[in-house]
């Protein structure tokens, strides 16, 4: 299986999980020269992850480096299943999903799903935008997050 009809132009977002945010903080302040420096914020969410409903809370930073928006997620509570506690809990930290805003998300699902049995794993909202995280993990390794805004 192959996503070679699927033809994205370009991703936004690189997800990044930790398990201490802090910490990372530091060195990514040394490595990256961000716009607004290092600002950490909390934010909830809520999911459906694999048909079960979840919540957590994160410490995050998100900014722009290069042309790319880093985010970078440390989970600090959750309650029920969500992706983010189950990278960490299988002792994984680092690249976790890149991130793609679309408009019209439906025909970018429905094409994964009948072309290449890719269904959506996770799927929450935050503010305005709506967010589905792709099974892709088996493919290539990270998940898919398509960001619709």
Known sequence: MYL???????????????????????MYQE??????????VEQDASVVCRDQEGTYRMK???????????????IIEAKGPNLY???LDEGKEG???LGIYVKDIEPLLNKFKTQFGVEV???????????????????????LELIQF
Request: glycine residues 8%; charged residues 25%.
């Open 31 to 40: 490595l990256f020269n961000f716009k607004s420096g290092v600002n950490i």
């Open 121 to 143: 794993i996770q799927t929450g909202k935050v503010g305005k935008l709506t967010f589905h995280y792709l099974d892709t993990i088996d493919f290539l390794g990270y998940y």
């Open 95 to 97: 690249l976790h999903h």
């Open 85 to 87: 506690s189950e990278f």
């Open 60 to 74: 995050k930073i998100m900014d722009f480096f290069g042309q790319k928006q880093l985010e970078i997620v440390e």
């Open 4 to 26: 070679k009809d699927i033809k994205l132009e370009k991703f936004d977002q690189i997800g990044i999980v930790v398990n201490d945010l802090e910490k990372s903080a530091k």
